[in-house]
T-cell receptor, first 117, second 110 residues
Framework: NAGVTQTPKFQVLKTGQSMTLQCAQD?????MYWYRQDPGMGLRLIYY???????DKGEVPNGYNVSRLNKREFSLRLESAAPSQTSVYFC????????????????FGPGTRLTVL | QKEVEQDPGPLSVPEGAIVSLNCTYS??????FMWYRQYSRKGPELLMY????GNKEDGRFTAQVDKSSKYISLFIRDSQPSDSATYLC??????????FGAGTRLFVKA
């Protein structure tokens, strides 16, 4: 049981390049999330998917797109990377989504460290 | 002003000390209050949560919520070097959106 996996672990891009961050979970969870973590800012929600087939914007969606490929996989795409998108990106999943933490704990992946030059 | 404020530290204590970590918030609609622990180069993991006001204890950890003051705390008793990590407070109105504090780095010296 791997939990939440993310690829790649590290990436360096030049301004204007595009890339997709991959996330997969093997816990049969319905909801999935993408966060970014910056020094002094904490984790900020970029997009989430309440269930397969749905996606919604979070706090900081500009410059990103997402795809909920199936129940297991949720990808984050940067179409034209900018230095302001240098960050650590975390994917998370939860069983039901939108419920109390006791029934809906978010499980996080190990993160992708992205640098945009 | 951020919705959730948390002192980034670092906080350095000797092994066995009692540690107090705190957050303040401005949104009175928050109902769920959580503490996550994040080891270096790892993803956060849920440590404790509290619904509405009150205390909750789990082993060496105690979480407190004071909604009247918009203030939450996490106490760690008999701190161990293995407790060295960044502690993130987090809050939610319910639903899918959780607001995280910036995290406090804790070092427990042996």
């Amino acid at each position: 049981n791997a939990g939440v996996t993310q690829t790649p672990k590290f990436q360096v891009l030049k301004t204007g390049q595009s890339m997709t961050l991959q996330c997969a979970q093997d816990m049969n969870h319905n909801s999935m999330y993408w966060y970014r973590q910056d020094p002094g800012m904490g984790l900020r929600l970029i997009y989430y998917s309440a269930s397969e087939g749905t996606t919604d914007k979070g706090e900081v969606p500009n410059g990103y797109n997402v795809s909920r490929l199936n129940k297991r996989e949720f990808s984050l795409r940067l179409e034209s990377a900018a230095p302001s998108q240098t960050s650590v990106y975390f994917c998370a999943s939860s069983e039901a989504g939108g419920g109390a933490p006791s029934t809906d704990t978010q499980y996080f992946g190990p993160g992708t460290r992205l640098t945009v030059l | 002003q951020k919705e959730v404020e948390q002192d980034p530290g670092p906080l350095s204590v000797p092994e066995g000390a009692i540690v107090s970590l705190n957050c303040t918030y401005s949104n009175s609609a928050f109902q769920y209050f959580m503490w996550y622990r994040q080891y270096s180069r790892k993803g956060p993991e849920l440590l404790m949560y509290t619904y509405s006001s009150g205390n909750k204890e789990d082993g060496r950890f105690t979480a407190q919520v004071d909604k009247s003051s918009k203030y939450i705390s996490l106490f760690i008793r008999d701190s161990q070097p293995s407790d060295s990590a960044t502690y993130l407070c987090a809050m939610s109105e319910g639903g899918f959106k959780t607001i995280f504090g910036a995290g406090t780095r804790l070092f427990v010296k042996a």
